[in-house]
């Protein structure tokens, strides 16, 4: 049973578009077992933020996909963008952009 649908906004599908398929594919694959179990090593809710990732390695590179949950919706995830990660932290400026797409979706 799925716990949550997913929508990707423009910048995600862009993402996803712009990597190798099979690093998409580990992606998506991803996203559709965390819609059936929860695992933190594929979808984990960042630190001081709204923002979860969903996070695949494909080739000894790291790809995050970052998301947050749409409250009016509770079983809606929105993806806000992605990044091949180069270093173990992420990214504030990432966290920070996805936080601006969370705010300006939800018109906060």
């Known amino acids: 049973m799925k716990r949550f649908n997913v929508k990707y906004l423009p910048s995600a599908i862009e993402f996803l578009e712009s990597i190798e398929l099979k690093a ?3 992606l998506f694959f991803n996203i559709s077992k965390s819609q059936e179990i929860n695992d933190p090593r594929i979808f984990k809710k960042l630190k001081s933020s709204n923002i979860w990732e969903f996070r695949a390695e494909y ?4 790809y995050r996909l970052f998301a947050f949950w749409d409250k ?3 079983t809606l995830v929105i993806c806000t963008h992605g990044i091949t990660k180069k270093t173990q932290k992420t990214p504030k400026r990432e966290i920070d952009k996805a936080e601006q797409l969370r705010k300006k979706y939800l018109g906060l």
């Open 24 to 26: 998409a594919e580990k």
């Open 59 to 62: 080739n000894s590179n790291e």
């Open 72 to 74: 009016q919706q509770n």
